[in-house]
């Protein structure tokens, strides 16, 4: 028997694809290298952002996605379609039905806007379900039961906070600060402090090898190349995790500024259970070191780490496509 679903975790950083009975058989960065010339698609993932910054003219690679949102509507197609042929040969004659994940805090027209490209791609039917509900079925949250839950998924476009009971969401917000506002803010504090340029893959290094939310006693340290601002030549130099902390910091309180805000407008009967039982962090962004102790430290309550936070949305679109007819009307809205 062919299996015909895919569940799709489109994330501004990386996609993480979902096939029934097989797990997980894809996980690649969401980059597109792109001919200038003939307008064609020369790369998909790891191979594309092994290329980013190192282009000439007539190569353009692209992150299609921006916040967790279609950015450029051709090249997303692309890359679905991509991920449709890597689940499986035979979709070339059978149509899968595709679950993609989509930000709580998306619109009527963005989520059109995936649809669309799902369906262009080659799908036959494409439900989208919202991120957050998917992170806490992944998480092994019971999303079903009467207590509240919260869950916060961080990923590169944005964070999102959600109070989950009796299979929905009580109370959300998004915020478009997360992994990709992070790189930025290491970028410019090292171009300001040091004099130093750096690439995006430079920034992301730092972040993945020594970041931390918090000042560390004994902080690690990194050995970086960049291109000098004052001389204009290439120059290595050392940055610590608590240069990493300065630099991020006024990010982390954005972010932790809208999770208060959930908190704040949880009903009073969730709060307990929250307070009770934690909230649960998931996502890429969830791996940047002592996030889960500041965020603790900052709202005084305790806050856990998701096991495998990076894989929790498309573990939650494997449950849920095995278990289709119980989740098809309660989280996925199709078009």
Not at 9 to 24: A, M, R
Not at 170 to 177: E, G, K, L, M, Q
Not at 216 to 227: A, D, F, L, S
Not at 246 to 269: M, S
């Amino acid at each position: 028997m062919f299996i015909r679903k895919i569940g799709i975790d489109l994330g501004t950083c990386n996609s993480v694809v979902f096939v029934p009975s097989k797990g997980i058989i894809l996980n690649e960065p969401s980059v597109v290298a792109v001919s200038v010339l003939d307008n064609t698609i020369l790369a998909v993932g790891k191979e594309a952002k092994e290329m980013t910054g190192r282009t000439p003219d007539t190569i353009r690679v692209y992150r299609p996605l921006k916040d967790g949102v279609i950015a450029d509507y051709r090249v997303t197609e692309a890359m679905i379609r991509y991920f449709i042929e890597k689940a499986g040969k035979w979709f070339k004659f059978f149509k899968p039905e595709l679950l993609i994940g989509v930000p709580a805090g998306i619109t009527s027209t963005e989520k059109r806007a995936i649809i669309e490209a799902g369906t262009s791609a080659g799908a036959k039917a494409v439900y989208v379900a919202k991120e957050p509900i998917l992170a806490a079925i992944g998480a092994g949250i019971p999303i079903n039961s009467c207590t509240g839950h919260m869950i916060i998924d961080m990923g590169g476009g944005t964070a999102e906070m959600a109070v989950i009971s009796l299979g929905g969401i009580v109370t959300s917000r998004s915020v478009r600060v997360a992994g990709d506002k992070i790189d930025q803010a290491i970028s410019n504090y090292i171009r300001k402090k040091h004099n130093l340029a750096i690439g995006e893959q430079t920034a992301e290094e730092i972040k993945t090898k020594i970041g931390s939310a918090i000042i560390e006693k004994n902080p690690q340290e990194i050995e970086i190349r960049g291109r000098d601002l004052i001389t204009g030549l290439p120059q290595n130099i050392k940055v610590t995790s608590n240069e990493v902390s300065e630099a991020i910091l006024e990010r982390l309180e954005e972010i932790i500024q809208t999770i208060k805000i959930v908190l704040r407008e949880t009903p009073p009967e969730l709060s307990a259970d929250i307070m009770d039982k934690g909230m649960i962090l998931s996502g890429g962004g969830a791996l940047l070191g002592n996030f889960d102790k500041l965020i603790t430290q900052s709202t005084g309550v305790p806050c856990f780490l998701a096991d495998d936070p990076l894989l929790c949305v498309a573990k939650g679109t494997g449950i849920v496509l095995e278990n289709l007819e119980d989740y098809k009307k309660s989280i996925m809205q199709k078009k």
